[in-house]
């Protein structure tokens, strides 16, 4: 079957979503293209606040370049353009007079695989809070360590932290990455598939650390793991083909998905 045909067979379901929280962002009808290549088409989503919500589908489906517009990232690619909007309560954040800074102070980025600075595990944490409040000593030394005990960090590291943060492990380094992200007191939390570069270990770690941190953070994760979807998350968005194919609670979706696409997909049957 051709891409054309099965775009076609895909129901606009995203439409007029209602959620029972109170929504952190909302995306409202949101299509974008690299160069004359559309990847998303139609998107609309609610966000919601101290929640985790995850987006799975096949690869090259749209998930990442949904959730890097969150943050204004796809405005780093310069064939990328877009229309539709994406606001946080009052701000439109794909608005032209936007503070791209101020945005991605409010909606920190986690990545897939960890990228410490090559600095010590002290300014890895430290780098961002200087940059935008210029801290004395003593406040900048209690904001790394609060933000290193909400990374389930400190522990490994209290005594370390003269040391290179590229130093750590795979699993410590993608927590020090949360740590530097949390560090600036952001409200909402992206994350690309941040355990596919993990062992199991370490992923069950940084799950762990995902239900914590929406205590105090939305959080919004891109994974290709359903399991990990179905054990983190509150809300679940599959995605095919640039399109938001069905959006639901996590329970609903893994239970009783009201698209055959989706059912297809979670049991294994996709193809």
Same mark, same amino acid.
């Given at each position: 079957m051709s891409e054309e045909a099965q775009t076609e067979e895909i129901p606009d379901s995203t439409r007029d979503l209602e959620i029972d929280d109170e929504k952190e962002l909302m995306i409202e009808d949101l299509d974008l293209w690299y160069g004359d290549k559309q990847a998303l088409y139609g998107v609309s989503l609610p966000i919601a606040k101290n929640s985790v919500t995850a987006l799975i589908g096949p690869s090259g489906c749209?998930?990442?370049?949904l959730l890097r517009m969150m943050n204004r990232m796809n405005d780093l690619i310069p064939i990328c353009h877009y229309d539709g909007k994406i606001s946080m309560g009052d701000v439109e954040i794909t608005g032209k007079d936007a503070d791209l800074v101020e945005i991605r102070k409010k909606i920190g980025m986690v990545f897939q695989r960890?990228?410490?600075f090559p600095k010590s595990i002290y300014d890895?944490?430290?780098?961002? *809070?200087?940059?935008?409040? #210029?801290p004395t000593r003593e406040e900048l030394d209690a904001? *790394?360590?609060?933000?290193? #005990?909400?990374a389930a960090l400190w522990k490994e590291v209290a005594d370390r932290q003269h040391e290179l943060g590229t130093s750590l492990s795979g699993g410590q380094q993608q927590r020090l990455c949360i740590a530097r992200t949390i560090a600036i007191e952001p409200d909402v939390i992206l994350m690309d598939e941040p355990c596919s570069a993990l062992d199991p270990i370490a992923t069950a770690a940084i799950e762990e650390l995902i239900l914590e941190l929406k205590k105090d953070f939305t959080v919004v994760i891109v994974t290709h793991s359903m399991s990990q979807a179905a054990r983190v998350s509150d809300y679940t968005g599959f995605m095919y083909l640039g399109r938001l194919v069905e959006f639901d609670k996590t329970e609903k979706i893994f239970s009783d998905p009201d698209n055959e696409l989706t059912k297809r997909y979670i049991t294994g049957r996709f193809g």
């Open positions: 749209g998930k990442s370049t960890p990228n410490p890895n944490v430290g780098y961002g *809070v200087k940059l935008h409040f #210029k904001i *790394v360590e609060k933000s290193l #005990k909400r």
